[in-house]
């Protein structure tokens, strides 16, 4: 089946450090998303992409379609203590689903203030 | 504007009693998606809903699990019986047709 490669898997960072996570996949992707979880409460839907090549921001948050389809990476500059949480990599369009997410299995971020 | 709302937040019951979660997705939007989400397995999708039909629902582990969707504003997803493995978060999620899925705050389930 699909597998989605995220990491790292976890993270221990200081306030006001920029944050680096990917994914990649086996498997060519027509869609990739990016969420954020915290305790407690469901998935966030922070960037979608759905060009290859597509850089797209969000504030202080910038992620990649990688130009192969397979890869995806998201940033996140000068950190605050509130960007704490799991962040979720997802792919959707391989095999003709569109609908259907893969998810990775997510990176914890730890902001130290 | 109101999100996905999933009720109840918690449930705890007991082995081989039958368990209902209810959903109601966003207004407007024709997809509904159930994941399960475990420590072991991550999030994962049960089953898809496009316009209140069910179109995908390779992901329902077994028949104790089962879905409806009687109209565009309403789903449940019932296991029966249910068992201690069934434990974990039960998300539901809805979408316009792509693949942008809007997630409700889940149902955190116990068998015990």
């Known amino acids: 089946g699909q597998q989605l490669n995220q990491s790292p898997q976890s993270m221990f960072i200081q306030e006001g450090e920029d944050v680096s996570m990917n994914c990649t996949s086996s498997?060519?992707?027509?869609?990739w998303l990016w969420y954020k979880q915290d305790p407690g409460e469901g998935p966030v839907l922070l960037i979608a992409?759905?060009?290859?090549?597509e850089l797209t921001s969000n504030g202080r948050l910038t992620a990649q379609f990688g130009i192969t389809r397979k890869d995806s990476f998201l940033n996140i500059s000068a950190s605050i203590p509130s960007d704490v949480g799991i962040y979720f990599c997802?792919?959707?369009?391989?095999?003709?689903?569109?609908?259907?997410?893969?998810f990775g299995k997510g990176t914890l971020l730890t902001v130290n203030p | 504007d109101a999100g996905v709302i999933q009720s109840p937040r918690h449930e705890v019951t007991e082995m081989g009693q039958e368990v209902t979660l209810r959903c109601k997705p966003i207004?407007?939007?024709?997809?509904l998606f159930w994941y399960r989400q475990t420590m072991m397995r991550g999030l994962e999708l049960l089953i898809y809903f496009n316009n209140n039909v069910p179109i995908d629902d390779s992901g329902m582990p077994e028949d104790r699990f089962s879905a409806k969707m009687p109209n565009a504003s309403f789903s449940t997803l019932k296991i029966q019986p249910s068992e201690p493995r069934d434990s974990a978060v039960y998300f539901c999620?809805?979408?316009?047709?792509?693949?942008?899925?809007?997630f409700g705050q889940g149902t955190r389930l116990t068998v015990v």
């Open positions: 498997s060519i992707f027509n869609t």
């Open positions: 999620a809805s979408s316009l047709g792509i693949a942008e899925a809007f």
């Open positions: 207004s407007g939007h024709n997809s």
């Open positions: 997802a792919g959707a369009g391989s095999g003709g689903s569109n609908y259907k997410l893969t």
């Open positions: 992409l759905y060009k290859a090549g």
